[in-house]
């Protein structure tokens, strides 16, 4: 982690502990390519979540709260694990204790945290990149979509939604 490409995680603003960091790790971009590839998309005009096509076998099946509305309220009073968004990923999340969770701006930009720093981190991740970022667990195959209009959802792979 450096502090000028991932400064949320060094702002005073978002309160991250020191135990918390040392939960999260940047992924180099050739890193975060292959796992793009391996879990995400081998299409090479598919790369950044927003940009799978229709009918990607990652579809959403179940909706979480408005991350937009709880994003600007996160302080030291009030931190981001208290919130709703933190609770849905934690029970999203839960079932592989503390396998990774991969944190998907793009092909080449993505983090990879365990649960309990997602939690904690999510306003961090958001901060570097608002723009439909994807997260995804491959030891459960769950993943997670935030939307730039705040909406978050999530699914597991080969789940269709109803």
């Known amino acids: ?28 971009s ?3 390519a292959q796992l793009w590839t391996r879990h995400v998309s081998a299409h090479p005009d598919e790369t950044h979540p927003m940009q799978l096509r229709e009918g990607h076998r990652l579809q959403t099946t179940v909706s979480g709260p408005d991350w937009l509305a709880e994003f600007d309220a996160v302080s030291s ?5 208290d919130g709703r968004v933190a609770r849905f990923l934690s029970s999203h999340f839960y079932a592989a204790g503390a396998a990774p969770v991969f944190f998907m701006a793009s092909r080449t930009l993505a983090y990879a945290l ?6 904690a981190c999510w306003p961090c991740l958001l901060a570097i990149s ?7 667990q491959p030891a459960t195959g769950k993943f997670a979509y935030f939307s ?3 909406a978050l959802a999530g699914g597991e792979e080969g789940l269709q939604p109803v």
């Open 114 to 119: 365990t649960p309990a720093a997602l939690a």
């Open 130 to 136: 608002d723009e439909g970022p994807l997260l995804y």
């Open 30 to 32: 050739d890193a975060a």
């Open 77 to 81: 009073e009030h931190p981001a694990q």
């Open 1 to 28: 982690m450096q502090s000028e490409p991932d400064w949320p995680f060094f702002d005073a603003d978002f309160a991250v502990t020191a135990q918390t960091l040392a939960q999260v790790q940047a992924l180099t």
């Open 148 to 150: 730039p209009q705040g």
